[in-house]
């Protein structure tokens, strides 16, 4: 993995505001959305195994940082726009495999 390809990603999903269709107190940023994603996938994985369930808490969280990786490259994409046809959202989970892949394949 290219450290610079990693921490350019970082910086763009710090800098790249959400978008929201509900009135917030606070913008927030990809990056600090993805964060708090993340905390509540842990816990909710971790509450999951403590209970007997089997649950691989590396890919819990691996998928929890990664769900909008792609942003890094496209911005917010609104959800309707996102999901607006099959053909769209596929295109949108190839750029996401892309842009992860960046990230640990350089």
Do not use: C
Not at 28 to 55: C, P, Q, W
């Amino acid at each position: 993995m290219k450290t610079k390809n990693w921490i350019n990603i970082v910086k763009k999903l710090s800098s790249t505001n959400r978008f929201s269709q509900a009135a917030l107190a606070k913008p927030e940023n990809v990056l600090e959305h993805s964060g708090m994603v993340t905390l509540i996938s842990l816990n909710i994985a971790k509450r999951l195994y403590i209970e007997g369930f089997d649950v691989d808490i590396g890919i819990v969280l691996e998928k929890a940082i990664l769900h909008d990786i792609e942003e890094s490259e496209t911005g917010d994409v609104s959800k309707p726009s996102k999901y607006f046809s099959k053909e769209l959202r596929t295109e949108f989970n190839r750029l996401e495999q892309k842009v992860a892949n960046s990230i640990f394949n350089d």
